[in-house]
């Protein structure tokens, strides 16, 4: 079954659409959701709520890339499920690591919020990941937009721990003085 396929079954308002996500894209949401919440239960939980939210709106959003927009409402519900698991003490993954590690390369999301169209930092940083190699762009898309593990990223690529971890370490470096010289920051 293709996406336009599958978005039709959505529209149709055809239950086999939440069937067929699961079993095409059930892994795979999965995975996002284990990698931020560390935990297999609540990354269970996790696909579940997003195979209720892709129920909920589509229709009327009518992705035209079904695996970027799953992941990111897999992102979204795994974000906000973390946020209260932390907020309670609880929870574990990689998601704080990653956020520490970026923190030093972007500012407060509100200010940012207040000073910036939104749009055009995600253009800012989407130019940035262009210019990379690609070795690189893996790297860093695998670590701060699936927030695998670091160990995860190495044996997928068969590098060392250490290698990407500089890797990693200068990139963000780089991304800051991207956003400097954009005016991000």
Known sequence: MDDKELISLYFARDEKAVTETQRIFGGYLYTIAHNILGSVQDAEECVNDVLMRLWNHIPP?????VYAYFASVARSVASKRYK?????????????????ELHDCCTDPDTVEQQIDSRALRETIAAFIETLKPEQ?????QRYWY??????????????????????????QKLRKHLEQEGFL
């Open 147 to 172: 927030v695998c593990p670091i160990e995860d990223i190495a044996e997928d690529l068969g590098i060392s721990k250490s290698k990407v971890s500089v890797t990693l370490m200068r990139t963000r």
């Open 61 to 65: 959003a009518k992705p035209e890339n």
């Open 137 to 141: 762009q893996t790297i860093f898309i």
């Open 84 to 100: 209260m698991k932390h907020a309670q003490k609880r929870g574990g993954g990689e998601t704080a690591l990653v956020l520490d």
